[in-house]
């Protein structure tokens, strides 16, 4: 947060953005990727039986089978079957993967009966192993998508083009009116356990006013923010696309502008590395959007400085250079 409330202090010192600027913004959700592949049972429970027999092996425990061989076959057999939409096939191979993997866990609890050091070493592998044995396609509720990172969700925003994605929702807030320097981001958080949208203003917005320095005035967000929570004393002050009573001209004018958020969401993805987040844990997740956000108004500040080493240079170019004096004789 320091190092956003930094870029956003440059700004200011620079002319890049002036404290008005930032009385009124845009507030949006997207959703973080992370850094793992497209999730399915049948991979899931081959990867969760190869961990859990690498693990045996570095600590010792002989296993009665080790289901390698077999194990493989049976997830090739798996993804062929599925190809071919032979969905019968695909899941009497998906079954058997599934044995194979409740098979390891059993005799692993019954080989570390008498071992409670490695208890502690095996809790975790074991516990996953066992959530992604019972979790079912279509039941509710918190599932393993990645076991290097259980942290990951299941989120659907409702794209044509990618139904979900797998990773953490994030709240963007840039400005609403384009300041001299460029259109900055003001505050930037992850929101784990994928909130419902209108919920999230309750703390996005003291996190905003905290991290700009200055007390909002408008705040402009799409349809999914109906029914939102924000605190009492702004509720008056959120404006939310799809409402039709008591828009005034100014409203109207900033709730056209709502859109200006997503190509803002777009550069943050593509080009400042929040499209696809390698750090782990929770901490990674807030951590890698923070540092996008970050990159982001630096670069517009890098740019700033360029146009206004730019236009020194043609100032210098266009002087009128000072006639020669005649020397006296």
Partial sequence: MALLQESLAAAMRLG??????????????????????????AKLMHRARE??????????????????????????KHQRYAHAKQFKRANRALKR????LGAVIRDITRKLAGQPELSQVFALPLSLARRVRDQRQRERG????????????????????KPYEFGVKVSVATT???????????????????PYD???LATVIPAIETAIGVNLGKIVADAGYRGHNAPKDKMFKVHVAGYRRGLTKAIKRAL???????????HLKQDHRMGRNFLAFPEGDANNAMLAAVGYNFSLLLN????LFAFFLALLATAPASPVQPRSA
């Fill in 142 to 161: 918190r599932k393993v998508y990645s076991l290097h990172a259980p942290e990951v969700e299941c989120i659907g925003k409702g794209k044509a083009h």
């Fill in 51 to 76: 961990r859990l027999v690498t693990l045996t092996r570095k600590h010792g425990i002989v296993l009665r089978q080790s289901y390698a061989r077999v194990g493989k076959f049976a997830l090739i």
């Fill in 16 to 41: 890049a953005a002036k404290p008005a600027d930032f009385r009124a913004v845009i507030v949006d959700t997207t959703v973080q990727e992370k850094a793992i592949t497209f999730p399915t049972d």
């Fill in 176 to 194: 609403l009116q384009r300041s001299r320097g460029g259109q900055f981001v003001a505050h930037v958080k992850a929101l784990p356990g994928n």
């Fill in 97 to 100: 993967l599934r044995t194979m």
């Fill in 198 to 200: 209108g919920h999230t």
């Fill in 304 to 307: 700033w400085l360029r146009l």
């Fill in 256 to 266: 056209r502008r709502r859109a200006a958020v997503e190509p803002v969401i777009g």
